[in-house]
């Protein structure tokens, strides 16, 4: 059972930047798709980006051109890199990951709040 840890969120201004890590306990090598998910409060989770294993990237239409997914697979650890941050971005923001023959895996959650 591979173990999923966010970490890099936190409270920032509106235009702000933050960088969520994704900490994986198991190699993502071999992972299928790494991603990004958020939930915003009443709102069911959304896709936010996603990275496969060899290298395509796919987002969501209301972060493309801010955010950026990457993976390190040396350090078993997907990024998102988010820029021009706004309000409407706040939400927990979850990583999951896709290996093959197994059930998605979730992380906890890491909670990023935009101020304006």
């Known amino acids: 059972q591979v173990q999923l840890v966010e970490s890099g969120g936190g409270l920032v201004q509106a235009g702000g930047s933050l960088r969520l890590s994704c900490a994986a306990s198991g190699s993502i090598f071999v992972a299928n798709v790494m991603g990004w998910y958020r939930q915003a409060p009443g709102k069911q989770r959304e896709l936010v980006a996603t990275?496969?294993?060899?290298?395509?990237?796919n987002y969501a239409d209301s972060v493309k051109g801010r955010f950026s997914i990457s993976r390190d697979n040396a350090k078993n650890t997907v990024y998102l890199q988010m820029n021009s941050l706004k309000p409407e971005d706040t939400a927990v923001y979850y990583c999951?990951?896709?290996?093959?023959?197994?059930?998605?895996?979730w992380g906890q959650g890491t909670q990023v709040t935009v101020s304006s």
């Open positions: 999951a990951g896709d290996w093959p023959f197994t059930s998605r895996h």
């Open positions: 990275v496969t294993r060899d290298g395509s990237t």
